[in-house]
């Protein structure tokens, strides 16, 4: 379904509501759920049927027999006539045979079973220990077909985000111009990651540096830290931030051209690429509408460095720079998916100039920067400015569980945006291979970025996380955690919420090809095997997912790699992949 907003009133037509509408086609009859048990006593009452059946027959069978034999020695007192139907009375004996065994079908068996389970459902319910005291919501039971199973549970698989994580987001930190902007030591402190002693290296500025500003510069920042965002921002950023901006704003002042303009980028990408909507509220004023918490906190922090959100129309969005009220032309938007893994915007400022905003994962975005070589000391090249103060800041965002989003952005000609903008319409129409078209209309655009900095935000774990993981691993039930994270927030992630521990022997899985990735495959299944400890954990990442689901002969070698294994994380996986680990899970394992 869809949600109309921001409209008092619409018409609406309706075309077409039959079988062939997508809705209908899509949709599935709803799965029938049969417990373990149940099948078992399925199996067990089938079985009793057959042996009654067979023994039905052969007393029919039996009887038959002996009627003739009578019929031919003592017919003179058992009144058989030599005209008897012995084909109807072979048919009445069979059932009465059949009736007469009835009672060895244990038919009350299933009364028995739905009491049982019932009486269970309302013992759940009424469980103190499962009662949400914040709601003021017990358990609920809505449908008691599976209550057995919960005891005979093997094997978890969860996503982390909304699951083990709160999915509140906060916007934390950022990494701009080599600097650090923003206070993450709180967070370290939990993750007990000690400080790297970067501060001389450019990871913070020293007091010294603000010193030597000019003049001009000290108004600069006066008049920045004087800017405050809108009423309808205070609610918003108190929830969705918890990021200072006075070092972005001291950090503006003092830098360089070139290190200004990458900032202004910064600031107008987060108010900028996004598909937040605003719904006016009489009540309580506008109300951000956004598809993920990550773009609530994005906009939030975007409000702290000067550039507003307001309002969103068909072509154009309206925002507030510095108190100036500006209204931007969207050009084009190529949306966010799970393959891309990225979500880019050309907008054309009202001075004219064209501006191409990215922002999306590191393994996706960065491989789109200018001078971008992964083989380099740093991970990004020494081509990207600050890439070696960029890249440690990133490895340090993921180290301590924060979500990190790389943005870049590059200056676009009005002609070349106008060209281009044809040839994106075009795809976006085209009937014959769209997705392909696209894909191609896309790339051509998203080329020569200009690398702009990293967005680090906080989503902080579900109270008593921990203790459940750690409950769940003493009933020796195993956890796979399937997210779209960084590696390393990952297996940060992992730590803190205590799916891995120190007493776990952790191996890691990459692999860049089918053959690396087969010839990985054997290695961890030696080192695995050959392993003393008993408890063991894989960290496995979505691109080598990708080769290993892509190839049928790896993936039973696979799945008995990861059930030696007490905790499995998949990291950087699509939803795609998610469920297509879960299919060959219950597919060849469970089958």
């Not at 009793?48 to 039996?62: D, K, N, R, Y």
């Not at 083989?375 to 990133?394: C, F, Y």
């Not at 870049?408 to 769209?434: F, H, L, Q, Y």
């Not at 989503?459 to 020796?476: I, S």
Request: aromatic share 8%; glycine share 6%.
């Amino acid at each position: 379904g869809s949600t109309l907003r921001n409209t008092e009133w619409c018409l609406g037509i309706v075309v077409y509501t039959g079988t062939d509408t997508k809705v209908v086609r899509n949709s599935k009859p709803p799965p029938t759920k049969v417990s373990k048990v149940e099948k078992l006593n399925n199996k067990m009452i089938s079985l009793v049927v057959c042996i009654q059946t067979v023994t039905a027959l052969v007393i029919s069978i039996a009887y038959i027999a002996k009627a003739k034999d009578f019929q031919k020695n003592h017919s003179w007192y058992l009144d058989f006539s030599s005209s008897a139907n012995w084909g109807s009375l072979w048919i009445t004996s069979f059932f009465t045979a059949f009736l007469v065994l009835q009672d060895i079908v244990p038919i009350a068996i299933y009364v028995s079973m739905d009491m049982v389970k019932t009486a269970a459902s309302q013992m759940i319910q009424w469980d103190v220990a499962i009662y949400h005291e914040e709601s003021d919501k017990p358990a609920n039971v809505r449908s008691s077909t599976l209550n057995e199973e919960m005891g005979q549970v093997e094997y978890i698989f969860s996503d982390k985000t909304g699951t083990l994580t709160q999915n509140v987001m906060k916007f934390k930190a950022a990494s701009l111009c080599g600097q650090l902007v923003g206070d993450i030591s709180d967070i370290e402190a939990k993750a007990h990651v000690a400080e790297d002693g970067e501060q001389g290296n450019g990871n913070r500025r020293e007091d010294s540096s603000m010193q030597a500003a000019d003049e001009r510069d000290s108004e600069a920042v006066a008049t920045y830290s004087s800017h405050k965002p809108c009423k309808a921002y205070l609610a918003h950023n108190q929830r969705y931030s918890a990021f200072d901006c006075t070092e972005y704003w001291n950090l503006h002042s003092s830098s360089q051209p070139d290190d200004k303009k990458l900032l202004q980028w910064y600031a107008e990408s987060l108010g900028a690429c996004h598909s937040v909507v605003v719904q006016d509220d009489k009540e309580h004023g506008m109300k951000f509408m956004a598809e993920s918490p990550d773009e609530s906190a994005l906009i939030a922090a975007a409000s702290q460095l000067g550039v507003e959100f307001l309002h969103r129309q068909m072509d154009e969005i309206s925002v507030r720079v510095l108190g100036e009220r500006k209204t931007w032309k969207i050009i084009a938007v190529i949306p966010f998916d799970s393959t891309r893994k990225r979500m880019t915007s050309l907008i054309q400022k009202d001075d004219g100039t064209c501006v191409l905003f990215c922002k999306g994962a590191d393994t996706t975005v960065l491989p789109l920067v200018k001078g971008f070589d992964p083989d380099s000391e740093n991970g990004l090249g020494s081509a990207v400015p600050h890439a070696d103060q960029a890249g440690a800041h990133l490895d340090r965002f993921s180290k301590i569980g924060l979500r990190t989003l790389v943005i870049a952005a590059k200056e676009v000609s009005a002609d070349d945006a106008t060209a281009w903008k044809g040839i994106w319409d075009e795809a976006r129409g085209s009937i014959v291979d769209r997705e392909g078209e696209m894909e191609s209309a896309a790339a051509q655009m998203e080329c020569e970025l200009n690398f702009v900095g990293v967005t680090a935000v906080e989503d902080k774990l579900q109270d008593g996380v921990p203790e459940t993981l750690r409950q769940l691993m003493r009933a020796e039930i195993k956890v796979w955690v399937l997210t779209g994270d960084k590696q390393e927030t990952a297996i940060n992630i992992g730590y803190s919420c205590g799916l891995l521990d120190e007493s776990q022997k952790v191996f890691i899985f990459n692999a860049s090809s089918e053959a690396q990735a087969a010839t990985e495959l054997d290695r961890l299944q030696l080192e695995v095997s050959k392993a003393g400890i008993s408890k063991k954990a894989l960290v496995v990442d979505g691109p080598t997912l990708a080769h290993i689901l892509d190839n049928p002969n790896l993936e039973g070698s696979f799945l008995e790699l990861c059930t030696s294994c007490v905790a499995v994380v998949c990291c950087r996986v699509s939803p795609l992949q998610k469920s297509q680990v879960c299919r060959i899970s219950y597919c060849i394992y469970w089958k």
